[in-house]
């Protein structure tokens, strides 16, 4: 009988849910599309790697979970076995696959991915599989064993090469951009589709270096900062913030137009995300239209600058941004008055409703008179920095005699310094009156009022404010498009902001920030995976639901390490009284 | 003696159930006074009245002067009315010094704009606030607990910090909903000793439902005892003592004979056994 404490069977039981996962990884695709991605080129591919991650995971799991004594030898047999047994199960996968055509219901269970499987060995060459994942099981407990010391630089040296890799096409194409030696040492450090060997070396010394240090030294650095006279941290302060901004406007000139637009496009979420992180974050109010705004900021904007057949007024885009916030906050008031004695769950399907009301109806053929219908606004002028020509004639744009913000790579300043104006005011609400308010009638409704809070004005207040965030990230990407059709103004845009802030962080500015980077703009770079973009996102917010439910950046612990600064030196020590 | 709030023949349906039935009431200005009455007695659906939590279905009720029962909750806490809750009801995570500074909500007038530019005037004003803020927090004995999550806080603190947001929004009348539930004896005592420091030295008027009836008896000048949503008796602790008819509606029939003062004292200390 196997005694179901036994830390074998939890190995085993850990190995088996590892070899679930890479079957599954396997019959969606992925490991075929990934395996044509290097993670160290001609050593070993993105599709060996997760799998031989997710064996090696499982062994480090089973490891630590397993109580039964931690000594080194059961450590290792766990980890082992584990791994082992992830290998076992893809290996009977691939003996399975060859017996029986799997093809009929899973479509990627092809000979090609079987190959994959098997370095090309056939149903033969499954043992391999068991050896590979014992080995991995093996490093997974080894990892464990070691001390936290070591550990940790050690891990994140393994994330940061394999970040590396992921991006190491881009890093190429942007050293091989300026030419000279810049290109020699792209070629010698970054293959075709991964890093050189060459270069995963340099790259792990130098990182492993870094972090040892670091790790030691962090501390030490942050202490001499805080030792420095008021007049010295804002040098400080200010050079970082130099040094930043320089990186920030040299950017977009030495990565070239594709980086830019992906930056435009994470800023753009970021924006729309800053703007439910009022209403739902702040208020918690929330709301799955949010894309509305965004439609109602664009369309003004088309409408009122396009050279196309629907343009109304032909202005200049500067003058168009403002009236387009104003109606999208009129949109907010609109959306906010019906729905403000409605809550929770009733308040998602109200608002979810409102947002498809506005896409179907600027798609509509009832008033394709006005916003095109289906074929949507074409010809939108760009914004020029300087004056524009009078308006000569329709169908052609005007000449502008000054800077136009023609391309990605110009209207990526644009999309960054609205971004940050945003942050700025949402930073800076936060804090304010409204911004407690806000959070009062979160946490309690009642109470809020009974506190002396107008429920009818805090709650328009934030969707209207919202909503002016949504409404200029619209009118950005009008004139990063150049039209706009309602297609584009899908549910999928309110759900990916509402992931937004979730992953980020609810409430947390520099969160919602890190969760437009995270959720927009690493797919947007990562193009093999885009593909599988809802099928990771899927699986990142469960294990964020699970592991870290507050959010990558939460933003109680920032607002509270501010207040501990600013209060306590003008506070005895606290007296402890239960 | 004038008084600051008078409600008159107050009616509150749920359906087909009176929980307020016709209730004449008065607070004499700066007085201590309390309801009492067995559980279900309606005590707290008539102070959810009076804050207008729920809207009268008959009567008026009004405070100095002014009609309140068809304001909103918010517009009668401008007039001067400010309450705590049985259930503890904080911002949970919000620190002390948030709590409080929402209680102020009314008392700060910068607008948004006003806030996003940071003008001298709203940094002077929320310097203020602060100040505020932690004058309270020390007034009710929480020093330095302020960039504490008010669900971190331990029971005892929580419900002073309760009174405290409640007191941020400077009443004229404190409604207090049982604030010595859970609460040891110790406790209790100093609980007493506070709601008389805040009639005595801030002149707030205090209306209290409290279940414990060493504090009912100690401090209250006058007390009203519902049952059933009807006022079954009205007057100083003594008479209410000795009032056959609140016997009855605590103890039953039986238990009139017996010395009023022995029948609550055993009373109390039955609950408090229970809840402990």
Redesign the interface.
Known sequence: MINKNNFLWNAIKLGLLGGTIGIFFSLVGMIEVFSKRDVIENVITLGDFMLLATAAISGFIATRSQTNSKTITTNLVTGTLAGLTTGGLLALFVWVGSQINLRAVFLNASPVLFDLLTYKKGANGAWLLLEYGALAGLIGSLLFGLPEKTRKPLTNTILFLFGMALFSGLFRVVMINQEGGAAKLAKFLFGQTGLTLSGAFIFFIIVAAFTSLWSGQSKKIQGSYARLPKKGQITVRVILIAVLAFIAIALPQISGPFIAQVIVVVCLYAMMGLGLNITLGFAGLLDLGFVAFFAVGAYTVGLLTSYGPFGLEHISFWAAVPIAVLASMLFGAILGLPVLGVRGDYLAIATLGFGEIIRLLAGSDFLAKYFGGPQGIIGIQKPCLGTLEQFVKIDVPRVCDGLEFAGPKEIYYLALASAILIAF?AW??QS??????W??IR??E??????????IQTKL?AYV?GAAFAGLGGAIFTVLVGSIFASSMQLNVSINVVAIIIVGGMGSIPGVILGAIALIGLPELLREVSEFRYLLYGITLIIMMLAKPEGLWPS?TI??EL??NE??PD?????I?? | MTSILTAKKVIKRFGGLVAVNSVDFEIPEKSIVSIIGPNGAGKTTFFNCITGFGKIDEGEITFEGTQIHRLRPDQITRLGISRTYQNIRLFPDMSALENILVGQHLFLHSSWISAVLSTPKVRAEEKMALNEAQRLLNFVDLKGKGDMLARNLPYGAQRRLEIARALATQPKLLLLDEPSAGMNPRETEDLTAFIRKLRDELGISILLIEHHMRVVMGISERITVLDYGEKIAEGTPKEIQNNPRVIEAYLGRGAATEGMANAHERFADSKNSKSN
């Open positions: 005011i800076r609400l304010s009156r409204l911004g407690r308010a959070m009062a946490e309690d009642d109470v809020a009022e009974a506190l002396g809070i107008n429920l207040l404010l109680q607002l509270r207040k501990h209060i306590m506070t005895e020590s606290p007296n009284k239960a």
